[in-house]
Structures are given as structure tokens and as C-alpha cells.
């Protein structure tokens, strides 16, 4: 009879093998009386045989939902992972006296994860580990890139429980240089004629003046227009009436360069700000009460730089130049404020390390020209010239924002050289008996880094 039992159970354990598709490739567990081996581990939706040195005769889970468990044998038995927790599988003898407490513990089935892994990220040094019902990654991968590409793979088998650990490694630190380079040019060309004509009584003016009378004044009866280059008086006397003809001509050229290099390193994701300038105070009316609001103006740089693989790097980048243009102002309660110039670019660019990109460009070409006459008088030939006034102005502008990244690392302090260690201050027989206000620097640290060219990674020198 109990060759019977044993025959049925093996052919039944033989059924539930055959149907069950996991059972061929399942582990063993062995336990011998009164204690496991060790704690049952049972990938989910895959199974694991556990063998008796006892033959048992009843068995139970704590919590079949976890758990699945049949019997192959009196010695066998037939573990399937339901799902990810811990519960506990008893073992009792046929006269009632316990076996052994099998901690049975699901996890997540963690090894097609890892064949993935390995076929999407070769090299890198991932180790995945399970806890509780979740997949905890830790190592050093190389790029934040990789980085993201490999925990988006561990939410497809652990969707919100996942668990990074890993950190990146490589450079990540990223310094940015930014070069404003802008050229100004202006040419602007006047010329305007006046007559003035007086009498004892009566005066007669016409033409553009800057500041008519009444009454002219002067050696031949004009007053000349201020703030002029050149201008030409023509004067004469017929008894009690004056005469005056003044002709004024007015050429002006100038250009102007800026230039500004400012240079900022920052961690990989994080943000970075730069201002080299000041604030301009600003009076602000709130309820009557006159407070001072500040605006900073000069170069000012923010970026967020984002090492993505290897050399390549993302740039979040917002970089202004501004200055106070006293030219145009405004009064506010009785105080003057000046207007700004601002130029200024924001964008997000991706290079590698030491490419560069112009980010910004603006050409700028404004011309302006005014003719201005007495009527009929200005349209007489030749003469008419006395009567009219002429103003010609062209302004043209250009400027370029150009970006360079650079991955740098940090050094001992005394590799780095600084501008003031160029330059020895001079004693007081130098300043006073030979008017030197300043000496390049020879002797020690300084003298050796006054001997370097005045190029650097951390800027340079114009003397």
C-alpha cells in the first residue's frame, strides 16, 4: 500500500513537472531535520525543488498568495513564486512532530533583467541586486546618459520601484568660456548756414540756430552755434543795418570695440552664475513711499552644463552684456534715470569638449539723414544753401557670442598663476627718485611665472 502512495505521488509530481514549463531548469534546496540549509529564494513565476532528508507528511504556507507549493514525493517538494515577499513553508512527520520552518522569500526575477543590461550597456560595472519587491542598481557607470538609458530598463521590470545607487564617472565638471566681441562704427556729417539781418529797430533771423536772441551779439553782430568743429562768419555793416552770414560744418568718426571673456566652470547638472559689473539704483514708489530697487548691468552668464557621454555635453546657457547709455534718460519724482544697452542670448546648444559654437549674431546698419530749409528760399539755386541745413548720420554695429566648453579637473594651487603675480610693487626710492608705479616680478614663484607667456586656461593679460 505505501508502494502505492509513493508511485502516485511520483506520477503526480511527474504531471505537475511536465506542466509546469519552469520545473526542468529548477533549483534544489536541500534540508535535513530541524533546520534549512538556508533561506528558500524563489525567482517570480519561476519554481525551486526542495528535498527533504525526512520524509514528511504534511506540509503548509503561511501565505499561499505568495507562494505556491506542491508534493512531488514525501521527501520533494514543489516550490512556484507568486509574488515578491517573505512567508514561511512548515514541514511536519506522519506522527505530527515538526520538520523544520523553510523561510521561503520572492523575488523579482532578476536575470533576464541582467542579460538586457549587458546586451544594452556592455562594459559597464552594474551590479543589480533585489529588496523586498523592488531592484536596487548600483556601480560606476560612464555617462549620465548611460545612466538614464539603464534605470529606463530597470522600470520596464520594476515599474516605480527601483532603486539607483550608481554613480558617474569621468569628468564632470565643465568649464564654460564665453567671448562677447562687438565693433561700433558711426559717421555722422552736418551742414547749416544762417543769416541774420538787423537793423536799429527790427531783426531778421533765419537758418537753424542753437540759441537765437534778440538781440545778436558779437564782433560782427552772430552768435555762432556751440559745440561746433568748425563754422565761418561773414559780417558787414551798411549804415544802421548789420549783416551776418554763418556757416557751420560738422564731420565726426569714431568706432568702438568690446570685448569681454568671461569664464565659469560648474558641476555637471548644475547651475552656475557669473556678473562682473554692478547695480544701478532705481527709485520704486510704493504707496507713496520712495524705496531704491537695484539692477545689476555688465557681464552676466548663467548656465547649466550636462555631461551626456564621454566629451559630449548639453549647454543650457543665458549670457548678457549691459551697460547705462547715459543718451537717453527719463525723469521719475524729480530724478534723472539713465536708459541701458543690453545685448543678450539665451539657448541650448550640445558640442563636445573644446568645439565651439557662435551662439548669437547681430549686424546692425542705421542710416539717417535730415534736410531742413526755409521755405522757397532754401529751393533758390546756389543762394539757397544759405537757407537750408543738412544732417547726415549712418551708425553700424556688430556683434558675435561664441561659446566654448571645456571638461577640466581640479589642481594644486600652485600650478595656477594670477595677474597680480606678474607684477612686484615698486619701493619708495623707485616711485619717487625714478616714477616707476610698478615692476615685472623676477625672483621667486612670481618671477618664474613672470617668465611664462601671458596665455592661460585661466585667462590672459593686456598690457
Known sequence: MQMRQLMAAGVMGFALAAATPMTAGAEVLRVVKGTAAQALEVPMNRAVVLESDVPFAELSIANPGIADISTLSDRSIYVLGKTPGRTTLTLFTAEGELITNVEVQVITDIAEFKERLNQI????????????????????????????????????????????????????????????????????????????????????????????????????????????????????????????????????????????????????????????????????????????????????????????????????????????????????????????????????????????????????????????????????????????SVEYQQSQSELVIIVTPHLVSPTRGEALALPTDRVRLPTERELFLFGEVGKAATNGPAGEVARQDFTGSYGYVME
Open 121 to 388: 550597456l556592455p562594459g559597464e560595472k552594474i551590479e543589480v541586486r533585489t529588496a523586498n519587491d523592488g531592484i536596487v542598481m548600483s556601480g560606476t557607470v560612464s555617462s549620465t546618459q548611460k545612466l538614464a538609458r539603464a534605470l529606463d530598463l530597470a522600470e520596464r521590470y520594476a515599474p516605480g520601484r527601483v532603486s539607483n545607487l550608481m554613480s558617474v564617472g569621468g569628468t564632470q565638471q565643465v568649464m564654460l568660456k564665453v567671448r562677447f566681441a562687438e565693433m561700433q562704427r558711426t559717421v555722422a556729417k552736418n551742414l547749416s548756414s544762417s543769416l541774420a539781418i538787423t537793423g536799429t529797430n527790427d531783426a531778421v533771423e533765419t537758418g537753424t540756430w542753437l540759441n537765437p536772441g534778440n538781440t545778436l551779439n558779437g564782433p560782427d553782430g552772430v552768435t555762432p552755434r556751440q559745440n561746433v568743429s568748425s563754422a565761418g562768419i561773414l559780417g558787414f555793416t551798411t549804415g544802421s543795418l548789420q549783416i551776418g552770414i554763418l556757416l557751420e560744418a560738422l564731420e565726426s568718426k569714431g568706432v568702438v570695440r568690446t570685448l569681454a571673456e568671461p569664464n565659469l566652470t560648474a558641476l555637471s547638472g548644475q547651475e552656475a552664475k557669473f556678473l562682473a559689473g554692478g547695480e544701478y539704483p532705481i527709485p520704486v514708489s510704493d504707496d507713496g513711499t520712495i524705496t531704491v530697487a537695484y539692477k545689476p548691468f555688465g557681464v552676466e552668464m548663467n548656465f547649466i552644463p550636462t555631461v551626456v557621454d564621454g566629451d559630449l555635453i548639453n549647454l543650457q546657457i543665458n549670457a548678457s552684456v549691459s551697460s547705462i547709455d547715459g543718451t537717453i534718460t527719463t525723469q521719475s519724482n524729480g530724478i534723472t534715470l539713465a536708459a541701458f544697452k543690453r545685448r543678450e542670448t539665451s539657448t541650448t546648444v550640445e558640442m563636445r569638449d573644446g568645439e565651439s559654437f557662435a551662439i548669437a549674431g547681430l549686424l546692425q546698419d542705421d542710416f539717417r539723414d535730415l534736410n531742413g530749409q526755409v521755405p522757397w528760399l532754401g529751393d533758390i539755386p546756389i543762394l539757397g544753401t544759405l537757407f537750408r
